[in-house]
């Protein structure tokens, strides 16, 4: 893959990565700079982002900031340089545990309005069985990234 263009197999990739992202808040640019840092694996200029996407620097640089405050990404500076290069973190279930503890947070504020304030029988059970299935999935995707990290890390 070149620095400035992508081919159309890669563009396919890069766009339907970003509309699947879409639907958790993520802009089309943001998704579409991620989507292209997972294509390239090795830290990438702000530059080369912007002409290959063909995106402005701000936007690309933007969209990267973001990414890297989330922990999708990760820069680096070069030696020497004030220039600064991204590329996908290696931690990348950190993301996703943050995903998994949102939705337990989610659990818990249902679960502390069914038993604090809640008045009828009928939504105290509604938000009590609510709030233990989105707990009980935080749990679950907690423990299994967990066990996905250590299987990956293995080898």
């Known amino acids: ?11 396919q990739f890069v766009n339907a990565f970003s509309a699947l992202l879409a639907p958790w808040g993520l802009a089309p640019a943001t998704g579409k700079v991620l989507g292209f ?3 390239k694996q090795k830290p990438v200029s702000v530059d080369e982002i912007a002409g290959a996407l063909k995106m402005s620097r701000v936007g690309a640089w933007n969209s ?3 990414l890297e405050a989330f922990g ?3 820069s680096t500076t070069l030696s020497g340089t004030k220039k600064v290069l991204y590329s996908p973190s290696s931690d ?11 939705i337990g947070s989610v659990g818990n504020l249902l679960r502390n309005c069914a038993e604090n304030i809640a008045e009828d029988s ?3 059970d509604a938000l009590s069985k609510r709030a ?5 999935l935080c749990h679950s995707m907690i423990t299994k990234l ?10």
């Not at 990348?92 to 949102?102: D, E, F, I, M, N």
């Not at 233990?132 to 009980?136: I, K």
Request: glycine share 4%; no cysteine; aromatic share 6%.
């Open 1 to 11: 893959m070149s620095n400035d263009n992508l081919n159309e197999a890669e563009m």
């Open 37 to 39: 840092l997972f294509l």
């Open 64 to 66: 990267a900031k973001g």
């Open 72 to 74: 999708h990404i990760r």
């Open 92 to 102: 990348y279930s950190a993301v996703l545990v943050q995903q998994a503890q949102l």
């Open 122 to 124: 009928e939504a105290m």
């Open 132 to 136: 233990h299935v989105y707990t009980a």
């Open 146 to 155: 967990e066990e996905l990290m250590a299987e990956v890390s293995k080898g």
